[in-house]
């Protein structure tokens, strides 16, 4: 949605990414204008969302109380959960009770002071893991679940299974007994469990251990790219990280792809962040504001 | 900078209107996105600013604490004196305790309780008058100080007085002697004075006499136009006008122009608005975001 630093820029808005699933829309931080940029994005306000806060500055949750309060004019009724670090219940009851506000449906706020899974969906599951930023920052990974093998339709006529029912259940996991009596097992007929994807976004970091660990594996890495190398040292006082810190992470964590996000409002041309980061790490993008990207299922 | 209603849409973000002076900024409400605007727009954040907010509703005042941490992250010194209901400031205040927030300048904060004038500045004042919204909303009136009137070269060359320095204090209202012992006083060698510019912005109201009287002679109304007459139940019922209302109050207030604000989301085609307010008052426009009007000094 946003993908400036702490301060905008004509080209940059404030934090926040957001993935959308089949059936749901989840938000990484929510800088100020976020609820704009949805409605540019057309992701529009669905009815199942939840919010993920990295921490507690400005530029990454100024922008909560106008999106629910935008919704309560359009008469949601459908409840928001959001996930951060401590504070951000207060943040939000102040922000309620002093401006007029109705909110039209309910918020769960869940602060978060351990690492670990933070929620089990059906279809995902999301991790938090504490970054390295000047105030408790917590890094997020949005793990899909596995899901089932590929399903080999020659394999099924030749064990006699007629396409039809009997396929869908095989399908969805279930043994089936064919009318001689015989037994099909969904292995028979189908390849191993494929893995889900996995999207790790890391809040404002420096070069962390525990966001290596994980975004191991990810598909995508969505990672603090303030700076260039000439300011590495402004990137530790900070608490955030060069091209190169982002490149390091991602290469250590063997991830697919690596989006550079946070960029300093300085950086018109981003050329130098890209040279500095592909030098070690080939795989790699610079997040613009309402870029959309599709992430392939695993085969 | 943002001329929706309470929901932002693809084409007007949440409101705030700026007023810029030789030498200032004075913005009247400040909606989430004000401060990307403000960078849209290209005024920056100019050293001498003011804030004046209408009423507490967030859709108005929510853009304040993201322009106050974005300025201080600029390392901003300069003092912000802002103006605004009861509530303003407790809800700055509770901002500033529970999001993680270094202000690195003075605010000032003035509640209002009573209409009249605000500040007395060399060159303006604000002056407000009680809107009639749902919740206590004021209304403002930006009036520059009578200027001195029209210096005429010719009379002051036919009274003997030389171009140069005495030309100056005449025109700075300075009574000069000549060599030859001649008294010249201004009036001699100007015209009567100017009146200055009025600027008045209505805040959400109903058409209200109080709006009237504060925007009488105005060179510009800012007025609250959220609907059209289909919906006038419904803007009396929230505390707002449509596109007639607006142009009533610009006519009874014998205003030079009249710019339609505050114009909800439903009306991508503004046309509606247009006809039913230009059919009772003609000078009209309808605001829109970044829209720059010159507003050129009276003779």
Not at 123 to 148: G, K, T
């Amino acid at each position: 949605m946003g993908t400036g630093g702490a301060v905008p820029s004509v080209r940059r808005g404030l934090p926040s990414m957001a993935i959308r699933t089949d059936s749901e829309l989840i938000l990484f931080d929510c800088g100020e204008g976020t609820q704009r940029q949805m409605i540019l994005a057309g992701t529009g306000f669905p009815k199942q969302m939840k919010i993920f806060v990295t921490h507690m500055h400005g530029d990454h949750v100024l922008g909560i109380p106008g999106l629910l309060q935008t919704m309560s004019l359009l008469d949601r009724t459908e409840p928001v959960n959001m996930f951060g670090p401590a504070g951000l219940r207060r943040y939000l009851d102040s922000v309620v009770a002093t401006v007029n506000f109705h909110l039209s449906f309910p918020i769960g706020i869940s602060e978060v002071h351990e690492e670990g899974v933070l929620n089990h969906e059906r279809n995902y599951q999301v991790e938090a893991a504490w970054a390295d930023h000047s105030v408790p920052c917590l890094a997020y990974a949005f793990i899909e679940r596995q899901r089932p093998g590929r399903f080999f339709p020659d394999r099924a006529e030749r064990m006699g299974v007629p396409e039809g029912p009997l396929w869908s259940r095989l399908r969805s996991g279930e043994e089936i007994r064919l009318p001689d009596g015989r037994i099909v097992r969904p292995q028979d007929v189908m390849g191993p469990p494929r893995r889900g994807r996995k999207i790790v976004y890391s809040g404002d970091t420096r070069p962390s251990r525990s966001v290596v660990k994980l975004a191991n594996g990810a598909d995508l890495l969505i990672h603090d790219c303030s700076f260039n190398q000439d300011l590495a040292d402004k990137a530790r006082d900070d608490g955030h990280s060069t091209a190169a810190d982002a490149a390091i992470v991602a290469k250590k964590a063997k991830v697919k792809q690596l989006a550079l996000f946070h960029i300093s409002a300085r950086y018109e041309d981003t050329s130098i962040l890209v040279k500095e980061a592909s030098a070690i790490f080939p795989n790699i993008l610079v997040a613009s504001d309402l870029l959309q990207l599709d992430i392939p299922s695993p085969d």
